[in-house]
């Protein structure tokens, strides 16, 4: 069965870079995208982008332009999602998803920052 | 970007009765391959979000046929026949027909 299945916990000071790894399995990784989503705490979900599996050309939606970066090793299924320059705005539960329409979930990566 | 509105934003419901949820987009969402990407998602209290519906009107593998959604255009809705304890959450819709994607704000499903 498909799975997404997402990195531990993270606590990060201000400025610091994070790293969210996505381990995708049971299905044929590049041949659906990841998306990424964010959820601040208590909010709702943001799409944040997606990747292409196939061709590792990511798109950014709007406020992710810069500082977010997707990335991927398609040697061992892995989609990436790295954050530089953290600030507390930052601290949310990222979760990357099976293909644009969003069919299979990660568990979701709470990434904390705060001195 | 296109708007995904969402009514009501509260939702109490008595056990073993019917709710409806309502997604209004700021533009249509029929894709220039004919298809109509809505998609609704069920965040329970805690978990992940699951997709629930695909398409407007396809329900994903291992969803009850309780759920059920339906709608065309910009005028979407899903709807649970008779709710149970289980479908405490909040659901959201996701219009995946134009770049970027997005989301409606949730609608928090409880039991009265």
């Known amino acids: 069965q498909v799975q997404l299945v997402q990195s531990g916990s993270e606590l990060k000071e201000p400025g610091a870079s994070v790293k969210v790894s996505c381990k995708a399995s049971g299905y044929t990784f590049t041949t659906y995208a990841i998306t990424w989503v964010r959820q601040a705490p208590g909010q709702g979900l943001e799409w944040m982008g997606w990747?292409?599996?196939?061709?590792?050309?990511?798109m950014y939606a709007q406020g992710f332009r810069g500082r977010f970066v997707f990335s991927l090793d398609t040697s061992v299924s892995t989609a990436y999602l790295e954050i530089s320059s953290l600030t507390a705005a930052e601290t949310a539960v990222y979760y990357c998803a099976k293909s644009t329409q969003c069919d299979n979930w990660g568990q979701g990566t709470l990434v904390t920052v705060s001195s | 970007d296109v708007v995904m509105t969402q009514s009501p934003l509260s939702l109490p419901v008595t056990l073993g009765q019917p709710a409806s949820i309502s997604c209004r987009s700021s533009q249509s969402l029929v894709h220039s391959d004919g298809n109509t990407y809505l998609n609704w998602f069920q965040q329970r209290p805690g978990q992940s979000p699951r997709r629930l519906i695909y398409r407007v009107s396809n329900r994903d593998s291992g969803v009850p046929d309780r759920f059920s959604g339906s709608g065309s255009g910009t005028d979407f809705t899903l709807k649970i026949s008779r709710v149970e304890a289980e479908d405490v959450g909040v659901y959201y819709c996701?219009?995946?027909?134009?770049?970027?994607?997005?989301f409606g704000q949730g609608t928090k499903v409880e039991i009265k």
């Open positions: 990747i292409n599996t196939n061709t590792g050309n990511p």
């Open positions: 996701m219009q995946g027909t134009h770049w970027p994607r997005t």
